[in-house]
């Protein structure tokens, strides 16, 4: 491995993140060599992916889609190795030769190999926001003790990560509130009582970005804004009093940070994940990323919603749950997040409707009262016990 380059693993590598990430790296062939690939069962783009990149490891989750993959490297004279399984994730992410960890795989099944990552001091990219929401403080203390740099790539919160001052010990006495902003999603100014309604189609047109169906349906109820508010309180150290939400429909400015002395700095930026990918990957520089920049003589004109308009607070109702989750006994936020995990699946192969996510997302939390987690394996365990709750739950809204 080239020194002078940062050794790459991209966890989620098919994923939209994992695209964009592998975008971005072949514009900068001299900066990044990948070192291992990782996806569950796409296996002609991750066939695609190792031909062009040439990793030393690729990992397919799916045991079958490995040795699919496995035959096709052998016929295609190509020579990356084949590794399968979760236990895999955690070996590439950990491994010495790496430098940085892209960790983009969604939902709570990245939470090991992102806490393998910060065990093992790596610069480490945050797009699973999973990973804070499920393993809060545990991740934390991970990070801490590891010695690794997180940096996050949520547009959101990396429009917050460059709004705030240099230096994290003044944050607390600077910063009166964190302002991350939300496009309202497809659903905006939809009548409430049409949203039983909606279809998985719809619900995964967002009129701005480009995402997976999960994470589009997140952004469709709001729950993905829900998550970022816990996100948030964990990455910035602040209060849940002092984060708040509001409706930008462009989609133009990513998020604001608000000072004691009143003034706001705010990040603006084209809706494409490229951008805060790239800001992570040569923090603390900047180089390009292929987004087109902004021309300032044709935006659109920037409004912006607080909650109390147009009826939001009842067409988005997951939103709440955020604080209330934080309010709570710690470990209610992995609850939120395994419930919401099963509420999207189910809606996706209608097994229950739209309007049903909030009902499964609350009836599942109202259901567990969760120990406080001290390890990795209670977190399991406990996401494990919520699904099961939410899966009962879903079964009776079918």
Known sequence: MNALKQTLTVLGSTGSIGVNTLDVVARHPDQFQVFALTGAKQVDLMLSQCAKFRPEFAVMVNEDAAHALRERLIAENLPTKVLSGTKALDQVASDERVTTVM??????????????????????????????????????????????????????????????????????????????????????????????????????????????????????????????????????????????????????????????????????????????????????????SGADNLNFRNLPAMTFESFDDHGHHERFPGLKLAWRALEATSGSTTVLNAANEVAVAAFLDQQIRFDQIHHLNEATMASLIPSVPVDLEDLLELDQRSRSVAQQIALKLS
């Open 103 to 288: 960790a983009a795989i969604v939902g709570a099944a990245g939470l090991s190999s992102c806490i393998s990552a910060a065990k093992a001091g790596k610069r480490l990219l945050l797009a699973n926001k999973e990973a804070l929401v499920v393993g809060g403080q545990l991740f934390l203390d991970a990070v801490k003790k590891g010695g690794a740099q997180l940096l996050p790539i949520d547009s959101e919160h990396s429009a917050v990560f460059q709004s705030l001052p240099h230096d994290p010990s003044t944050w607390e006495s600077s910063v009166d509130k964190i302002i991350l902003t939300a496009s309202g999603g497809p659903f905006r100014l939809r009548d409430t009582h049409s949203l039983r309604e909606v279809t998985p189609e719809e619900a995964c047109a967002h009129p701005n970005w480009v995402m997976g169906r999960k994470i589009s349906v997140d952004s469709a109820t709001m729950m993905n804004k829900a998550l970022e508010v816990i996100e948030a309180k964990y990455l910035f150290g602040m209060s849940p009093k002092r984060i708040e939400v509001v409706i930008h429909p462009q989609s133009i400015v990513h998020s604001m940070v608000q000072f004691v002395d009143g003034s706001v700095v705010a990040q603006l930026g084209t809706p494409d994940m490229r951008v805060p990918i790239t800001y992570g990957l040569s923090w603390p520089q900047r180089m390009a």
